[in-house]
């Protein structure tokens, strides 16, 4: 089917076709089901983050992605071949970090490279892959010896020493310091660069801000929300706070907002943060009260995954689910 | 940059022979960095085989055939299958099999290149007790050369699968000490290995030579000593006709270890 479709030059104005579809991906252990019936695309030179706690369902669904489970229903096509049954054709293109992994330890960072990169069909050289992860100093350091994070970092190299296209990083920086954070992120930006599709698991909503194009929020392996950061964000509503004088009248509450905590401190939720805010202030100058600690904040990616990750509130609407499906399947025509 | 999209294609990549290879090469590293391994791999099973003649259980090969023969039983048994046993359970406890598995290299090809040091150990035992019978002096030329290596790579392959099966009931590289130890035991008692199994009852001696290592033992008496599993003498031609059953029973176990490895799991029991 898909694979021997030409596909459009890199030049032309349509959108590249994606290197990742998953469609009504379903996984069961058992009498569980882990994964639910979820579907997305990412493209070449996209990062696609998949966010959820604990036993969301992350990692089951990328390891069919990753070709190393069958779906259980659903397909799941990477640059246009199904990642377990045509394994050998998928395989060269895809770069693989687990979220755990083993290595042996009483071989050296150098002899771990050159032993993977022997099995690959177009390895990076063993030099570049250790600059890439800044490992050039411990070449020669056994594995046994190296620190969480270096080994990590040897993790990412190994899964980027064939050049792939597609990468499947499962929380690749859980356990690393701020600063090899910093470095995994720097080497995520250059892939996409490179033309590289991403897809990656974190549980730092701070990473998915920092590296994704497009979110998918997981939630008992389904898709609650999907979308770039901004739309995902706009599901929320906007936050307006101030504290009142005792003696201060109370503001008519604008029809647009909610009241969601009346005490000493007042909270509105709106989805019309402009008007609200500026009725707001229009009052409190007619009435010359003084809205001490005003605060007035559109919503962010962590306050949208907060409120429906955990499933602490239900899916904010019928309607923010059906843009979410848009936003995902929008591009493609 | 441009973002281009490589379409999938089986790439002229390494040949498989050169990946696993390359595999290989990095367990032979680790292995060589075990001291315990090799001083394991190597020592222990030479002892054994020497062991086995001084024993003196009966049976009336030529020494030379004889100690061979307890080479081979001896390697296969103790070295191949224990040491694929610990190793595809330690590897797969480790996580690294896992991590294989995300590479270019197919499952076969994984298990394989981690199988190397212990295949490559075996042979390297079985050619150091040929050379050491030829130094006694004891070296005869084998009634037909084809039916002992037959023995030896065939006997190689059930091990090995047999181990991967073994696998689906061994949580621990420990508790291989204790999962290997009915095929062991009864490799060593009633494969003619200790035992000739013509001093069986009938019935056992049915049972014993449909046993995995049994064929291994029968074959290699055929062909290097045209000695029959009941004692009598035989000819290239005869030893042919004798190893009918032994040839059976070994592509037999082969198929039946192949089918039991497909359930092999390659991460631990979360």
Same mark, same amino acid.
């Given at each position: ?35 639910? %019936? ?6 070449? /030179? ?92 411990? =070449? ?7 620190? /969480? ?70 939630? =008992? ?35 647009? =907002?909610?009241?969601?905590?009346? %005490? ?70 | ?31 060589? !960095? ?39 039983? +001896? ?5 191949? &299958? ?32 981690? @199988? ?48 991967? @099966? ?28 200790? &035992? ?11 049972? @014993? ?6 064929? +291994? ?7 290097? @000593?045209? !000695? ?5 003498? +035989? ?29 092999? !799991?390659?991460?631990? !029991?979360?």
């Amino acid at each position: 089917m898909h694979p021997t479709a030409p596909r459009p030059s890199p030049a032309a104005p349509t959108a590249p076709a994606p290197a990742v579809e998953v469609h009504d991906l379903r996984r069961s252990y058992g009498d569980f089901e882990a994964v639910r %019936g979820i579907s997305f695309e990412v493209r070449p /030179g996209e990062v696609f983050a998949l966010l959820g706690v604990n036993g969301a369902g992350k990692t089951s669904a990328l390891e069919v992605l990753e070709g190393l489970a069958p779906a259980g229903g659903g397909t799941v096509r990477v640059l246009g071949a199904d990642p377990v049954r045509e394994r050998s054709r998928v395989r060269p293109h895809l770069g693989v970090l687990l979220q755990s992994s083993g290595l042996p330890g009483d071989l050296t960072v150098t002899e771990t490279l050159r032993t993977w990169a022997g099995t690959l069909s177009d390895p990076r050289p063993v030099e570049e892959a250790l600059e890439q992860v800044q490992l050039t100093g411990r =070449a020669d350091v056994r594995v046994r010896s190296l620190s /969480g994070g270096e080994r990590r970092r040897l993790d990412l190299a190994l899964a980027l020493l064939g050049r792939p296209t597609v990468v499947v990083l499962d929380e690749p920086t859980t356990g690393l310091d701020p600063e090899s954070r910093r470095q995994v992120w720097r080497l995520v930006h250059d892939l996409v660069a490179d033309g590289a599709a991403v897809v990656l698991t974190t549980h730092h909503l701070e990473e998915a801000e920092e590296l994704a194009d497009r979110v998918a929020v997981l939630r =008992a392996g389904q898709i609650v929300l999907a979308g770039t950061q901004a739309e995902i964000a706009e599901t929320q509503p906007a936050t307006i706070r101030f504290t009142l004088d005792d003696d201060a009248p109370q503001p008519p509450l604008p029809a647009a =907002a909610q009241v969601v905590d009346r %005490g000493r401190r007042t909270e509105w939720h709106t989805r019309a943060l402009q008007p609200v805010l500026a009725e707001l202030l229009a009052w409190a100058a007619e009435h010359r009260v003084v809205l001490r600690e005003l605060e007035a904040r559109a919503a962010s990616l962590e306050q949208a995954f907060l409120a429906v990750a955990a499933g602490t509130e239900s899916t904010p609407a019928g309607s923010a689910r059906a843009d979410s499906t848009r936003a995902v399947t929008a591009p493609a025509a | 940059m441009t973002s281009t999209l490589t379409p999938p294609s089986t790439t002229a990549g390494p040949s498989r022979v050169r990946r696993v290879g390359a595999l290989a090469r990095g367990e032979l590293r680790l292995f060589l !960095r075990n001291r315990t391994a090799v001083v394991n791999s190597v020592v222990l099973p030479l002892l054994l085989v020497g062991a086995v003649p001084a024993l003196d259980l009966g049976g009336d090969l030529p020494l030379g055939p004889q100690l061979l023969t307890s080479a081979v039983g +001896v390697t296969l048994v103790f070295l191949t &299958y224990y040491n694929l046993v610990a190793t595809f359970v330690s590897r797969r406890e480790d996580l690294v099999l896992q991590r294989m598995r995300t590479g270019e290299l197919t499952g076969p090809e994984v298990l394989l290149g981690t @199988a190397a040091p212990s295949l490559l150990v075996t042979l390297g035992q079985v050619a150091l007790v040929a050379v050491g019978v030829t130094a006694l002096g004891e070296w005869s030329a084998p009634v037909d050369p084809v039916l002992p290596l037959v023995a030896l790579l065939g006997g190689m392959a059930v091990v090995s699968v047999l181990a991967v @099966a073994s696998t689906l009931f061994t949580r621990t590289p420990e508790s291989a000490q204790i999962t290997t130890l009915p095929l062991m035991l009864a490799s060593t008692s009633l494969s003619g290995l200790l &035992y000739p199994i013509s001093g069986f009852p009938d019935t056992l001696a049915t049972v @014993a030579r449909l046993l995995p290592v049994t064929p +291994v033992i029968e074959l290699l008496q055929l062909g290097l @000593a045209g !000695r029959t599993w009941d004692g009598d003498v +035989v000819d290239a031609g005869g030893a042919w006709s004798a190893a009918g059953l032994p040839l059976a029973v070994l592509a037999g176990w082969l198929v039946v270890g192949l089918v039991a490895a497909r359930g092999f !799991r390659w991460a631990p !029991r979360r």
